[in-house]
């Protein structure tokens, strides 16, 4: 599968730092979201963040759909809250 590149804007205030990404995964990729943690469904992802590999899931929170950012991939990226980046995205299915 190839990837879809977007740009985003990394943003605080969630559990974790995330990036919009500008389509609904379920219907842009025909696949369902997943169970991720106690509580959580989203969809497993995997890529690029400004050419840093990532491996983490797309969530949706107030209609719009949101890449998770954990710290260790912001460090090893060297990104912070508010940087534009570069975002290439599939459906992890490992």
Same mark, same amino acid.
């Given at each position: 599968?190839?990837?879809? !590149?977007?740009? #985003?804007?990394?943003? @605080? ?10 389509? *609904? ?6 696949? !369902?979201?997943?169970? %991720?943690?106690?509580?959580?469904? @989203?969809?497993? /992802? ?13 969530? #949706?929170? #107030? ?15 060297? %990104?912070? /809250?508010? *940087? #534009? ?6 459906? *992890?299915?490992?």
């Amino acid at each position: 599968m190839t990837l879809d !590149r977007f740009d #985003s804007v990394i943003r @605080g205030g969630h559990k974790e730092d995330a990036a919009e990404i500008p389509f *609904d995964p379920g219907k842009h990729w025909a696949i !369902r979201p997943q169970h %991720l943690d106690p509580g959580r469904r @989203g969809f497993p /992802v995997k890529g690029t963040i400004n050419g840093t590999p990532l491996h983490s899931a797309v969530v #949706s929170r #107030s209609g719009k759909f949101w890449l998770l950012l954990p710290s260790e991939l912001e460090a090893a990226a060297n %990104l912070s /809250v508010g *940087d #534009s980046v570069v975002i290439e995205l599939a459906p *992890d299915f490992s």
